[in-house]
């Protein structure tokens, strides 16, 4: 089984990640509603076993306890893939939330990287801040090691695009760690 634990721990947030990349649990619990769901969304979509406990000092806001759970998810998949070897690396998906399309390319290559093309018309969904969701995905793949590519393309409501990419985001994953044929590095270079 592939899987890490993580526990970061600043004087802003206290944090607290058990990830598997093959399956189990999802529990999640960071004291905003609206990011528990798309973290749990994450993990069920993923098929990821996916633990989370955060408190953060949300009574500044919501930036240190989202950006901070991405730099530690980031932490768990970098250290749950060891040498990055037999995975299938690349993986792409696309979701439709009613009005609203999500698209995720992304590749496991060890240099990190994110292409956020997407904004939000509300300012918020519940106590979340919408304008956290690509603060989260820069702190995942700079600390992942994953070349990310999010585009949203339309879309009205924002708590539709966020849902969106979070799910389009797991099924990429999804796709690029699973286990190939050969547990070969697929790289011409034979390292990731």
């Known amino acids: 089984m592939r899987k890490a634990q993580i526990e970061r ?3 802003e947030t206290q944090i607290k990640i058990d990830l598997c990349l093959d399956g189990g649990e999802v529990d999640v619990s960071t004291g905003i509603g609206f990011f528990d769901h798309m973290l749990v969304a994450f993990g069920v979509h993923g098929g990821f076993g996916l633990k989370v406990k955060v408190k953060g000092d949300l009574e500044v806001d919501t930036h240190h306890t989202v950006e901070d759970t991405g730099i530690a998810l980031g932490k768990a998949f970098k250290e749950a893939l060891g ?8 993986g792409s ?6 009005e609203a399309l999500a698209n995720c390319t992304l590749d496991i290559s060890n240099r990190p990287y994110l292409v956020f093309n997407a904004s939000f018309e509300q300012e918020r969904c519940g106590d979340y801040e919408n304008c ?12 992942a090691g994953i070349t990310l ?15 969106a990419i979070f799910k389009a985001v797991a099924h990429a994953l999804k796709v690029a760690v699973k286990q190939n044929e050969s547990g070969a590095v697929l790289s011409t270079k034979g390292v990731l």
């Open 9 to 11: 721990n600043t004087k």
């Open 83 to 90: 040498n990055m070897s037999g995975i299938e690396r690349y």
């Open 93 to 98: 998906f696309s979701i439709p939330m009613d």
């Open 132 to 143: 956290m969701t690509e603060e989260f995905f820069r702190a995942f793949a700079m600390n």
């Open 149 to 163: 590519h999010i585009d949203v393309p339309y879309g009205t409501n924002s708590h539709h695009k966020i849902e």
